[in-house]
C-alpha cells in the first residue's frame, strides 16, 4: 500500500473595504445577499472552514472539526481585524 500525502497551505486575505471618510464598510451590491464582501466570504469560507462537518452515508453529521487546525495558513491583518470586529466567533 502506498502512502499519500498532501499539502495544503491556505492564504486569507481580504483588501481594507472601509470608506475611510465614514469608518465603515458600505453596502456592496455584487457580494447579496450579504452586506459586503467581507461577510459573504466568512459565511461561504472563513465560518465554515472553522467548523466543518463531517457526514455518514445518509448525511448525519458524525463530526464537526476545524480544518485551521490541519494545514498551514496565514490571514492578513487587515481580515484579522475585521473578523476581530464583526465576526468574533469564526476569529476565536
Not at 24 to 39: F, K, L, R
Not at 80 to 89: H, M, T, V
Request: hydrophobic share 35%; glycine share 4%.
Amino acid at each position: 500500500m502506498r502512502i499519500r500525502y498532501i499539502c495544503i497551505h491556505g492564504h486569507f486575505y481580504q483588501p481594507p473595504r472601509e470608506n475611510p471618510w465614514l469608518e465603515a464598510v458600505e453596502t456592496q451590491d455584487t457580494a447579496a445577499p450579504y452586506h459586503d464582501w467581507n461577510e459573504r466570504i466568512t459565511a461561504e469560507c472563513y465560518g465554515p472552514n472553522a467548523s466543518s462537518r463531517i457526514l455518514d452515508a445518509r448525511e448525519r453529521i458524525v463530526k464537526i472539526v476545524n480544518n485551521y487546525a490541519a494545514i498551514s495558513f496565514n490571514f492578513g491583518p487587515t481580515l484579522l481585524s475585521w473578523l476581530a470586529q464583526r465576526q468574533p466567533e469564526t476569529y476565536a
